[in-house]
């Protein structure tokens, strides 16, 4: 049965009819139209599909929409404020911490909640901390380095 | 997935009331979920505990801790109360899933699912926890009954965990490769009343007390007095990641790891 | 030249704006209006006759559309691009592969039927609900088991389940050679196969345009001219003038991508049946069963050595796995990407090698990453560490022994190859250094006082990239050319468009191929757009793998813009009256020999579309070249890897305590993103060697169908690698830009360097990938028993 779902995304409030069966996921790449949060997996290990609600980060294919009902999720569309990316984003620019682009998104928003929680993370923190991002591209070797920069550049 | 209702509780007796016949309770979802996204389960409803403010949260009681149900493991690692009275328990909740997984799976989901490879069902057993439910009070040794199999009853839900302080305890896993999940763990407590070994991940029936490390670890708390017992591979797991005896030897391995780092 | 943006700097990646916003499109991002959504039925079971299709009941379900079975579409069958000949000259055993199962299914996952419908989920409910009765045929999974008598049969037509029995070399010679060995070196190994994984699951959307008649497909491509030709020409015979192929932003490839799939074939046709564009998106548990694999070898070999360690011959014999269906390239991978490889970097004067291609009844095996070369590289290097082993000689002395100097080239090799240039003892006395090679025994000794044993290995690769001449590869079997082309649009304002046919999935041609323009035209790298993945818009093209985009793509990118500047002389002669061949072009700027005279090169692009002052008797208005770049030859590039590792002999636990990596890939465009391009390469190599492997039960379900059993190397598993191009660089002598293509180079040289440490360290001579920490456990007490002794 169809119901309405609202919460607030990257600063916007927002609503829309949905199963209870959708996930978050769904909701923000289908109904939302917001396509930089990907699905890389369906046994919830991949990350690329990771997101903020309340302020912490979560794997939006592991979740309702139904859940978020009335939470605050920032996606990757709304972490680069007026145009200027944000710290953690640049971080991954200068030091080539993408390749083929697909887990990145899921890659940032992990290391932006990783920052939150530990602002000086060594690199053995940091590849700990990405248990649950998957990249096949970079070997990781430089998405660390990124992200030992972006904590930096954060602080 | 297939098509279900979704019901938010407002309280622990309308979640309990909801939860019956094919209705299930859905606390963080990291079990759950994926299972309903591979059709592998088909419930009528879901009633959601996430809205239940009673059950989250740590209170530090007489030396040890209760964790209510809807505690996640992200706030079980950070918490200074658990830190202090079991940092074993701590560490144990750090080392589950990934972050994002930690951040919305809680306790009471894992203690309720009961999955052969959880690292919770080992620290209940090992530390002599009392899962506290909506209708009574059960000791670990008899709640966890086999694979994905407990003692709670239909409309029955797990409000808290309790555990009491150990002497010394410490968990460690030996993570399978692939799923993260414990292809071997051992949780090793020193208590007053004794001590106790609880091995997850391994067994056939899920999470087991291995009472002839407890008998030789009660004598003598060192590593050392492990050497002499045999680990038997039977009615323990053997699939592609690890055969029976090896996942034997790596009992005794990581209970003699347990045993020294335990503090 | 601006400075810093040109060949040879680490130019910061112009796609990464997009794709660190979330703004990058790939296939799943697109939606087209009235879009319907397909499921595929796939079937349960490794080998059985399908008996009955019952759609009744799913037709009557909300929402669904239609359910197409075999019946429904007969059409052409997927291609295979390479015909491999039997030593005896007969062709191989090439069976039909329907895009939608006829009558027999042969692998898990082999598609039964599709069912379409307005939503995802009510096209899931309805596949759930399709009647399919199988009658259950018995399956064959195992290389060797294939090949022994009884075998189930995959194919009727196929004896013995064997596709080709082919051979490389001088047999004779061969055995000439082992008759007068002092030693003989030999192994038996299997190179494990692999699900490559990239992150973006395939997809892939149909579309007709009912008033043109166009065809449309959308997806998840690393060649979308090479899906044209071979789903238009092949399987639905729809005429390249009306079938556009677009693979948008491709989230990660390796070869999983290069391929011709059914699901393309399957949303192409169902759309034009439906009217309404058809889209399919892989669940990742359907990635594990559909995407093609990699390697599978089972492989015996023998090297002949005389009393001072020179390689005297080598024979081969290999069983290689295809799977139940012959994918795009497949055939060519155990064969012609690998034989021809199994010269390495030695003088080894006779080879011999014999393959079997095998069909049976698991996924379909093709390219991975290196595709053969790392199976020739892994086979070749760890018999050389036999071999030292059984010579008591340090492993790198082995080697050294044994190199094509640098005087030999160019080295004609007993298997085909003829390599151009290279240095080997170059990127050996360089990575020994990095990994302080000298002070292993100390760090050996302070491991076992932890009590943990440690060890150390290298692996000195080679690899033919840029493929491929296409003279050699059609007179091999080839059924396509393997140039590739490119078209520079010089706009009137100065900026320039190119079209490429190279396509970037994550390898950042839209830097490097900017900076190539950059740099032969001096225009500022801004002004530079490189279009690709979309047949409506460049011309041709082979597409990406093979390590060939920079060394072919950017070839023909150079070829274009050298007839650009050529065109510019003419018009700059013109606007400065004098004669073409005094006029120079540097920095971009048309100058007059001996006089101040200068044209910019955008004045020149303006008078080229404002034809006001023009030799128009002479030239055509306009600048915009084409040109197709065919090689004269493969490129080599070469390295070598070490690998220094510490294991834990009470848990089999390995930590990879370093990784070098010294590389030859000739002259470097980028060398951030060639780096990056290591560190994928060198992961994927070591999640091969430590981590990684499919395994399917003896009734051919597959084990590994998700990442709780498949597993996927994490950021925890590795260290940070140690990267570095050789001090002493061997440009490629056939192509204008010298390079030699890098992407493959760390998922070929890896697996050899790591596993020679693990062997290193516990004391065998061979143990067969992944060191999964039960097997290392298992050969560690082995270990310890015999130090016991």
């Known amino acids: ?155 | 997935m297939y098509s279900f209702d979704y019901q938010k509780a407002g309280s622990v007796a309308d979640a309990a009331k909801a939860a019956t016949g094919e209705a299930k309770l859905v606390a963080g979802g990291m079990t759950l979920i994926p299972t309903l996204k591979l059709r592998l389960a088909q419930p009528s409803k879901l009633v959601d505990l996430g809205g239940i403010r009673d059950l989250v949260g740590i209170k530090a009681e007489g030396g040890g801790v209760t964790i209510g149900a809807m505690t996640t493991h992200a706030a079980v690692a950070k918490s200074a109360d658990v830190k202090k009275a079991i940092p074993a328990l701590a560490v144990l909740a750090e080392g589950i899933g990934d972050p994002a997984v930690r951040n919305r799976g809680t306790i009471g989901g894992s203690v309720a699912n009961n999955d052969p490879a959880a690292d919770y069902p080992a620290a209940c057993v090992a530390l002599g926890a009392t899962i506290v439910t909506s209708k009574r009070k059960i000791a670990a040794d008899d709640f966890f009954k086999g694979l994905f199999e407990t003692a709670l009853e239909a409309g029955e839900v797990i409000t808290a965990v309790s555990f009491p302080a150990p002497e010394k305890a410490n968990y460690q896993k030996f993570r399978n490769p692939a799923s993260r999940y414990a292809l071997v763990g051992v949780f090793v407590a020193k208590t007053k009343g004794g001590v106790r070994v609880a091995v997850t991940g391994a067994g056939e029936g899920g999470v087991f007390r291995k009472k002839s490390f407890e008998a030789a670890l009660s004598k003598s708390f060192d590593a050392g007095a492990l050497d002499a017992v045999k680990v038997d591979a039977k009615g323990l797991n053997s699939d592609i990641h690890a055969s029976a005896d090896y996942r034997a030897h790596l009992i005794k391995v990581m209970a003699k790891r347990a045993v020294q780092a335990a503090r | 030249m601006p400075e810093g943006t040109g060949i040879g700097a680490s130019v910061r990646r112009r796609e990464d704006g997009r794709f660190l916003t979330g703004s990058g499109t790939y296939t799943d991002d697109i939606n087209r209006p009235g879009q319907t959504h397909a499921i595929m039925v796939r079937s349960p079971h490794a080998h059985a006759k399908i008996k009955k299709i019952d759609r009744a009941k799913t037709l009557k379900m909300p929402g669904v559309l239609a359910v197409y079975t075999g019946e429904d579409m007969k059409v052409g069958g997927l291609p295979c691009g390479w015909l491999v000949k039997n030593q005896d000259g007969s062709p191989m055993v090439e069976p039909p592969h329907p895009a939608l199962a006829q009558d027999f299914v042969r692998h898990v996952g082999d598609i039964v039927a599709v069912v379409i419908a307005e939503t995802k989920q009510q096209a899931r409910d309805g596949a759930d609900a399709l009647g399919v009765d199988y009658g259950v045929l018995p399956a064959v999974v195992d290389t060797r088991a294939a090949v022994k008598p009884g075998a189930p049969q995959v194919w009727e037509q196929a004896k013995g389940n064997i596709c080709y029995d082919w051979g490389l070399g001088d047999k004779a010679a061969v055995d000439a050679a082992f008759a007068k060995a002092h030693k003989v070196a030999k192994i038996d190994l299997v190179n494990n196969r692999l699900i490559p994984n990239a992150m973006e699951p395939r997809a892939a959307i149909g579309d007709f345009d009912r008033a043109t008649g166009e065809h449309t497909l959308y997806t998840t491509s690393q060649n979308p001219h090479v899906i044209r030709l071979l789903m238009g020409a092949f399987v639905l015979s729809i005429p390249e003038a009306k079938l556009r192929v677009v693979a948008p932003d491709v989230g990660g490839g390796f070869g999983s991508k290069i391929y011709h799939y059914a699901e393309e074939a399957i949303v192409t046709w169902a759309a034009a049946q439906l009217k309404k564009p058809v889209k399919w998106t892989a669940e990742r548990s359907e990635s594990f069963m559909s995407d093609a694999h990699g390697r599978d070898h089972a492989t015996h070999a023998e090297l002949a050595l005389d009393k001072d360690g020179k390689f005297l011959a080598l024979k081969v014999e290999t069983l290689a796995n295809m799977g139940a269906y012959l994918s795009t390239f497949s055939t060519c991978v155990p064969t012609y990407l690998y034989a021809t490889l199994l010269a390495g970097v030695y003088t080894t004067p006779a080879i011999f090698a014999n393959v079997k291609a095998v069909f049976t009844n698991t996924v379909p095996v093709d390219a991975y990453r290196g595709a053969g070369r790392p199976e020739a590289t892994f086979l070749l290097e760890r018999v050389v560490d036999v071999a030292a082993r059984e010579m008591k000689m340090d492993p790198a002395e082995i080697r050294r022994k044994n190199f094509i100097q640098p005087s030999q080239f160019p080295y004609q090799t007993p298997v085909a190859l003829q390599y151009d240039t290279g240095n080997y003892g170059a990127t050996l006395d360089m990575a020994m250094k990095m990994a302080d090679y000298k002070g292993f025994a100390a760090r050996k000794d302070a491991s076992a006082k932890k009590g943990k044993l440690r060890g150390i290995g290298m692996a000195c690769y080679i690899e033919a990239c840029g493929i491929a001449p296409s003279a050699v590869v059609g007179s091999l079997g080839a059924r396509a050319g393997l140039y590739e082309c490119a078209n520079v649009r010089v706009h009137p304002t100065g900026s320039v468009s190119v079209f490429t046919g190279s396509h970037a999935h994550g390898q950042g041609h839209e830097t490097t191929f900017a900076q190539v323009v950059a740099d032969k035209l001096g225009i500022p790298i801004e002004q530079v757009d490189i279009v690709h993945g979309d047949t409506g818009k460049i011309p041709f093209g082979m597409g990406t793998y093979g390590s060939r985009s920079i060394a072919v793509g950017g070839a023909a990118l150079v070829k274009a813009l050298d007839k650009i500047v050529a065109k510019g002389k003419k018009i700059a002669a013109h606007l400065m009256e004098a004669s073409e061949k005094d006029v120079e072009f540097k920095d971009g700027k048309f100058t007059v020999a001996g006089t101040d005279k200068s044209k910019a090169f955008g004045e020149v692009a303006l008078t080229a579309y404002v034809p006001h002052n023009y030799p128009i008797t002479e030239l055509e208005p306009g600048l915009e070249e084409q040109a197709f770049y065919d090689p004269l030859n493969f490129t080599y590039p070469s390295g070598c890897y070490i690998a220094e590792v510490e294991v834990d002999k009470e848990t089999g636990s390995i930590e990879i305590a370093r990784f070098v990596a010294s590389d030859d890939f000739g002259k470097i465009i980028n060398p951030m993103i060639v780096e990056g391009q290591v560190h994928g390469g060198v992961a994927q190599g070591l999640g091969q060697a430590l981590l990684e492997n499919c395994v399917y039960d003896k009734d051919g379900q597959l084990l590994t169908g998700s990442y709780n059993d498949y597993c996927m190397p994490r950021a925890d598993d590795l260290p940070s690698f140690e990267v570095q191009h050789t001090d002493k660089p061997t440009p490629c002598t056939h192509n204008p830009l010298g390079v030699k293509g890098c992407g493959e180079a760390g998922a070929i040289g890896a697996p050899a360097a790591f596993m020679n440490a693990v062997c290193n360290a516990l004391g065998v001579a061979h143990l067969d990938m992944p060191a999964t920490s039960e097997k290392v456990w298992r050969a560690a007490n082995a270990h310890m028993a015999r130090a016991a002794e």
């Open chain 1, 1 to 155: 049965m169809p119901t309405t779902v609202s919460m607030t995304v990257n600063g916007k409030k927002v609503s829309g009819s949905v199963e209870p069966r959708t996930l978050l996921v769904q909701f923000i790449r289908e109904t939302l139209g917001l396509t930089g949060t990907h699905v890389g997996c369906d046994t919830s290990q991949c990350g690329t599909c990771v997101v903020h609600v309340d302020g912490k980060s979560v794997k939006s294919c592991t979740m309702l929409a139904v859940q978020a009902e009335g939470s605050d999720v920032l996606t990757i569309e709304g972490l680069a404020k007026d145009g200027k990316l944000h710290p953690m984003q640049e971080a991954f620019r200068e030091h080539h911490g993408l390749q083929c682009g697909f887990c990145t998104p899921g890659m940032v928003m992990s290391a932006v909640d990783l920052v939150k929680n530990n602002k000086n993370p060594s690199e053995h923190e940091i590849r700990d901390w990405l248990e649950g991002n998957l990249c096949r591209c970079t070997g990781y070797h430089n998405i660390v380095k990124a992200i030992a920069a972006g904590a930096k550049a954060m602080a």
